[in-house]
Nanobody, 115 residues
Framework: QVHLVQSGGGLVQTGGSLRLSCRTS????????MDWYRQGPGNERELVAT???????DYSESVKGRFTISRDNTRATVYLQMNNLKAEDTAVYFC?????????WGQGSQVFVSA
């Protein structure tokens, strides 16, 4: 069985930082691209950041330069470091991967950025 278990998140003031973690099991982690999505209040779920198996990263324009996605293949874990947080970053964040055509999601981590 595939499991994605998230940790991190919480309440932070504007300009602050948070780090999200997503520990996986049940997949050959090192070969899988991993993503972070978020869903803000009343919004569609949107792709925030992606990291390939080789470590290539890509970001949405709204977070580029502030967020960093990384992976530790020895721990089968993907991270999202979020710096200079803004009120509009308030959302539930989800890690994600695809295996054999199926989508797998973490349980979600609430991030609330206060003005």
């Amino acid at each position: 069985q595939v499991h994605l278990v998230q940790s991190g998140g919480g309440l932070v003031q504007t300009g602050g930082s948070l780090r999200l973690s997503c520990r996986t099991s049940g997949i050959n982690f090192k070969i899988h691209p991993m993503d972070w999505y978020r869903q803000g209040p009343g919004n569609e779920r949107e792709l925030v950041a992606t990291i390939t198996s080789s470590g290539h990263t890509d970001y949405s324009e709204s977070v580029k330069g502030r967020f960093t996605i990384s992976r530790d293949n020895t721990r089968a874990t993907v991270y999202l470091q979020m710096n200079n947080l803004k009120a509009e970053d308030t959302a539930v964040y989800f890690c994600h991967c695809t295996r054999a055509g199926y989508d797998y999601w973490g349980q979600g981590s609430q991030v609330f950025v206060s003005a």
